[in-house]
């Protein structure tokens, strides 16, 4: 994407005003998206997004200005325009570069599909959910790829390039009965090509959407409590991933913003829980080669048995830190710095019993399905609703219940956790922070929480 010569000279540029790590980004990305309502094409677009970023650093203080022209010209001016932001002599130049190779090409590159092929996605999956049940009313479906291609060097010598293909389709339905609707979401993706779609039955996406809208149309209000509460694997993981994930990224700890800055060694989970980020899954969602600051993809044990391990970090992070970082740097897109993020982050499977935990809960909320929500990482404490719920009692599923909202703090949760299922998966999601909307994975097998507060407006059921 560039000559070795000429990003070195915009990284000496960058370092002219004292600056003593410098970084060049490159992204040059086409994405394709369908919009689909009730079986008809509503909005098609196709786009292409070309750019650069330039980054400086200076012991704690840190600059970067981007650019959309790619023109020598211009770059050296980003490089002058982020260094303006320092003040200082000039300390020297870029490092040799130590090239490395860039990544392979996808098996289907999207670029050789026409729109056609997409659409049928689309068509089966929002027939699928039609013909569900009369009482589906509206289907909306989107279909997304993106071919993304980044290059990072930096004034230590990184000289590398990777190719991040993902596509994702979703289907949404909605369900009424006359007097109240309710909705249901399925969004399956995959880090690849469109082969991905010889795993993805769209079909039964949309099928799944509306099982739920339907399901959920004639069930009673949840009761309010604290309660055992059991949580499904997959999307049960937001929990996680939210509630305690973002607390255990460098953006958070290394300015003491998070309820588990400085517990490093120290038990913050019950000793069955053992919690992963893994960049490295091949074909997942949220893997990926290479970060965005040009360190190769890993994956980082972040809880062992309850102990903390480990934090998610970036280069900026490990400065402030003293760490190294983990190769999490991550950013929507040039226009963003990067900053420490999380990729496919699972709890993994445990050694007890999906069915035992059901059965011994007593009465309490199995949380099929989570939803939206919010978090505060200083504190942990969240807010998210469940999508699809169901009411145990005695030990057995009972109903479904809607407006079921699980309240509590992160690090109560996990110590909170006493089963943790045999069986483990992901479920495919998008991650908003400081460096933009992020394709993330998120996941757990089937676990219990002995006590959790459940927000709701049912009664005794």
């Not at 860039?102 to 089966?124: C, E, K, Q, V």
């Not at 993994?348 to 069915?355: C, F």
């Not at 479904?400 to 109560?412: F, S």
Request: aromatic share 6%; charged share 20%; glycine share 14%.
């Amino acid at each position: 994407m560039i000559s070795q010569a000429l990003a070195h000279a915009v990284l000496t540029e960058a370092l002219g005003t004292g600056g003593d790590f410098s970084e060049l980004f490159l992204e040059d990305t086409e994405s394709s998206s369908i919009e689909m309502l009730d079986s008809r094409v509503e909005n098609a677009v196709y786009g292409r997004r070309s750019g650069a970023g330039v980054r400086v650093f200076s012991g704690l203080a840190s600059a970067y200005a981007y650019t959309a022209d790619l023109s020598e010209k211009a770059l050296l001016a980003t490089a002058r325009a982020a260094a303006a932001a320092l003040s200082g002599a000039k300390r020297g130049a870029a490092a040799v570069f130590s090239p490395r190779p860039d990544g392979a090409a996808p098996r289907i590159p999207f670029s050789g599909i026409d729109n056609a092929a997409r659409i049928r996605l689309l068509r089966d999956g929002s027939g699928a959910a039609k013909a569900y049940s009369p009482a589906v009313m509206k289907v909306t479906a989107v279909y997304k790829d993106i071919d993304r291609r980044v290059f990072v060097a930096n004034s230590e010598g990184v000289f590398a390039g990777d190719r991040q293909c993902r596509t994702r389709i979703a289907f949404e339905a909605v369900a009424s009965d006359g007097k109240s609707s309710q909705t249901g979401f399925n969004g399956p993706g995959r880090g690849m090509g469109f082969e991905a779609y010889e795993i993805i039955d769209a079909a039964e996406a949309g099928r799944e959407a509306a099982r739920v809208a339907v399901t959920m149309l004639s069930a009673p209000e949840c009761p309010a409590g604290v309660m055992p509460v059991v949580l499904s694997g997959g999307f049960g993981g937001v929990i996680f991933h939210e509630a305690c994930g973002h607390s255990l990224e460098a953006t958070a700890v290394a300015k003491g913003n998070s309820e588990f800055s400085g517990k490093l060694g120290e038990r913050i989970a019950n000793e069955r829980v053992t919690a992963v980020d893994d960049a490295t899954i091949p074909g997942a969602w949220g893997s990926y080669r290479m970060d965005d600051e040009g360190n190769p993809g890993r994956r980082t044990v972040l809880i062992e048995k309850g102990i903390l391990k480990s934090y998610l970090v970036d280069r900026f992070g490990a400065r402030r830190m003293g760490v190294p970082p983990t190769g999490c740097a991550r950013r929507q897109d040039y226009g963003f710095a990067p900053t420490s993020r999380m990729s496919n982050t699972f709890i993994q499977a445990g050694e007890d019993d999906e069915d035992e935990m059901l059965r011994t809960m007593g009465d309490g909320l199995y949380a099929k399905t989570m939803g939206g929500g919010s978090v505060n990482p200083i504190t942990g404490e969240f807010n998210f609703s469940v999508a699809e719920g169901y009411w145990v009692k005695n030990g057995a599923l009972h109903t479904p219940v809607r407006g079921a909202a699980l309240i509590g703090k992160g690090g109560e949760v996990l110590l909170n956790i006493d089963r943790v299922g045999k069986h483990m998966w992901l479920a495919e999601g998008m991650c908003g922070s400081q460096s933009g909307s992020l394709p993330v994975t998120v996941g757990q097998p089937q676990l219990r929480v002995s006590r959790i507060t459940v927000g709701g407006k049912g009664g005794s059921l």
